[in-house]
C-alpha cells in the first residue's frame, strides 16, 4: 500500500518513557526489596497512537513535546523507525522528557507513578505552529495527557479548517461543550463515559444510553469500548454494536491506543464506520496477546491476516 495514497494522521499528544520494574510483592514504607525484572519502553498515549497508525500503514504527523535528554532522543528514533514524521515534537530545555514509574507485582497488579515534564509544557503556541500540517490533513487525533489549552487549540484549528476530529478522552476529566461540539469522533471505555455522563456503563444497551448524552453535547459519533464486549457505536444516523475478537489476552497495555491508531487509518482510508471498528478490533485484539505498548502494536499484513482468518464470524 501507497502511504502516499492516504490523507495524513495528525497526532498531538504526550511522549513518555515508561520504566518497569517487576516485583514478587509492592515494598512498604522504608523497605527495600528486590526486583525480578526491569526495562523500559516507549510509551504516552500520543506516541502510542502515532506509533499504531504508522505501523498500520498511515501517514503519521506527530506534535508533541519531549525534553533534551536521552530519552527524548529514544523516544523520536523509536517513532521515526515505525514511519512516523517527528518534525512536530518540539525540543525543551527546561524539562525532563515525560517519564512513568511501573511497578507490577506477582499478581499483575500494578501501581504507577507519571511525571509528564516536558509533556506539560506543550502550548497553544507551539499547536499554532504546526496548523499548516493540520490544515492539509485527513484527521486529527487528540488525548488528554497534555494541557488543556493545546488540546483545544489543535482543535479549534481543525475546526476552522473542517478537517475531522478523533478524541481519544483519556486519562478523563471534565470536558467544556465548546470541545465536544467540534469532535466528530470520540473512543471512551466504561470508566471514562461514566465519568463524562455519569452514567454507569457495563453493557452495549447501557452505553447507548450514555453515548446519547454525548451525543446532546454536540459530538458527531460515539464509539464507546466494552473491552471483551466489543464496542457500542452511536451517531445521529446509526447506532450498532460490534462484538470483539475472544484471543488469549496476557496484557491489555495500550490496546486503547492501538484501536485509536487503526480506527484513524481506516478512517482516512475512506472505510465504511463499521468496517474502520472492525479493523481496529482486530488492530486492538492482537496487540492483547503480547507484552508492552508499542511492542505488542501489529503491523498491517498481521491485522489483514487475522481479519482474513475471522472473515466468518465478528466474534469467534
Same mark, same amino acid.
Request: proline content about 4%; some cysteine; glycine content about 10%.
Given at each position: 500500500?501507497?502511504?502516499?495514497?492516504?490523507?495524513?494522521?495528525?497526532?498531538?499528544?504526550?511522549?513518555?518513557?515508561? @520504566?518497569?520494574?517487576?516485583?514478587?510483592? =509492592?515494598?512498604? *514504607?522504608?523497605?527495600?526489596?528486590?526486583?525480578?525484572?526491569? %526495562?523500559?519502553?516507549?510509551?504516552?498515549?500520543?506516541?502510542?497512537?502515532?506509533?499504531?497508525?504508522?505501523?498500520?500503514?498511515?501517514?503519521?504527523?506527530?506534535?508533541?513535546?519531549?525534553?533534551?535528554?536521552? %530519552?527524548?532522543?529514544?523516544? *523520536?528514533?523509536?517513532?521515526?523507525?515505525?514511519?512516523?514524521?517527528?518534525?512536530? *515534537?518540539?525540543?525543551?530545555?527546561?524539562?525532563?522528557?515525560?517519564?512513568? %514509574?511501573?511497578?507490577?507485582?506477582?499478581?499483575?497488579?500494578?501501581?504507577?507513578?507519571?511525571?509528564?515534564?516536558?509533556? /506539560?509544557?506543550?502550548?497553544?503556541?507551539?499547536?499554532?505552529?504546526?496548523?499548516?500540517?493540520?490544515?492539509?490533513?485527513?484527521? $486529527?487525533?487528540?488525548?488528554?495527557?497534555? +494541557? @488543556?489549552?493545546?488540546?483545544?487549540?489543535?482543535?479549534?484549528?481543525? /475546526?476552522?479548517?473542517?478537517?475531522?476530529?478523533?478524541?481519544?478522552?483519556?486519562?478523563?476529566?471534565?470536558?467544556?461543550?465548546?470541545?465536544?461540539?467540534?469532535?466528530?469522533?470520540?473512543? +471512551?471505555?466504561?470508566?471514562?463515559?461514566?465519568?463524562?455522563?455519569?452514567?454507569?456503563? /457495563?453493557?452495549?444497551?447501557?452505553?447507548?444510553?450514555?453515548?446519547? !448524552?454525548?451525543?446532546?453535547?454536540?459530538?458527531?459519533?460515539?464509539?464507546?469500548?466494552? #473491552?471483551?464486549?466489543?464496542?457500542?457505536? $452511536?451517531?445521529?444516523?446509526?447506532?450498532?454494536?460490534?462484538? #470483539?475478537?475472544?484471543?488469549?489476552?496476557?496484557?491489555?497495555?495500550?490496546?486503547?491506543?492501538?484501536?485509536?491508531?487503526?480506527?484513524?487509518?481506516?478512517?482516512? !482510508?475512506?472505510?465504511?464506520?463499521?468496517?474502520?471498528? =472492525?479493523?481496529?478490533?482486530?488492530?486492538?485484539?492482537?496487540?492483547?496477546?503480547?507484552?508492552?505498548?508499542?511492542?505488542? @502494536?501489529?503491523?498491517?499484513?498481521?491485522?489483514?491476516? %487475522?481479519?482474513?482468518? /475471522?472473515?466468518?464470524? @465478528?466474534?469467534?
Amino acid at each position: 500500500m501507497n502511504k502516499d495514497m492516504n490523507k495524513q494522521i495528525v497526532v498531538v499528544g504526550s511522549l513518555n518513557m515508561d @520504566m518497569v520494574v517487576q516485583v514478587d510483592r =509492592r515494598p512498604g *514504607i522504608g523497605e527495600t526489596i528486590l526486583g525480578r525484572r526491569f %526495562f523500559t519502553s516507549p510509551g504516552g498515549k500520543g506516541a502510542n497512537q502515532a506509533y499504531a497508525a504508522a505501523r498500520l500503514g498511515g501517514s503519521v504527523f506527530m506534535v508533541g513535546k519531549t525534553g533534551a535528554d536521552m %530519552f527524548g532522543e529514544q523516544l *523520536i528514533r523509536h517513532l521515526k523507525e515505525a514511519g512516523v514524521q517527528t518534525e512536530g *515534537i518540539a525540543v525543551c530545555e527546561e524539562e525532563s522528557s515525560g517519564v512513568a %514509574f511501573i511497578t507490577i507485582d506477582a499478581q499483575g497488579e500494578n501501581n504507577i507513578i507519571v511525571v509528564p515534564g516536558a509533556n /506539560h509544557r506543550l502550548t497553544a503556541e507551539d499547536i499554532r505552529q504546526n496548523e499548516a500540517r493540520i490544515q492539509s490533513c485527513g484527521l $486529527l487525533v487528540v488525548q488528554l495527557e497534555i +494541557p @488543556m489549552e493545546a488540546v483545544l487549540e489543535a482543535v479549534r484549528l481543525a /475546526h476552522h479548517h473542517r478537517v475531522p476530529v478523533l478524541l481519544d478522552p483519556a486519562p478523563a476529566c471534565p470536558l467544556p461543550d465548546e470541545l465536544l461540539g467540534m469532535v466528530h469522533y470520540i473512543t +471512551p471505555n466504561e470508566s471514562e463515559m461514566q465519568q463524562l455522563t455519569g452514567k454507569k456503563v /457495563h453493557d452495549p444497551e447501557t452505553a447507548f444510553r450514555a453515548a446519547e !448524552e454525548l451525543l446532546s453535547r454536540g459530538v458527531g459519533i460515539v464509539l464507546a469500548k466494552l #473491552g471483551e464486549n466489543g464496542v457500542a457505536v $452511536l451517531s445521529r444516523s446509526e447506532r450498532f454494536h460490534m462484538p #470483539g475478537f475472544r484471543v488469549n489476552a496476557v496484557d491489555t497495555t495500550a490496546a486503547g491506543d492501538t484501536f485509536a491508531g487503526a480506527l484513524a487509518v481506516a478512517l482516512t !482510508e475512506g472505510k465504511s464506520l463499521s468496517e474502520a471498528v =472492525r479493523f481496529a478490533n482486530a488492530a486492538s485484539a492482537l496487540s492483547v496477546t503480547r507484552y508492552g505498548a508499542q511492542s505488542s @502494536m501489529p503491523d498491517r499484513s498481521e491485522t489483514e491476516a %487475522f481479519l482474513n482468518e /475471522h472473515a466468518g464470524g @465478528m466474534n469467534p
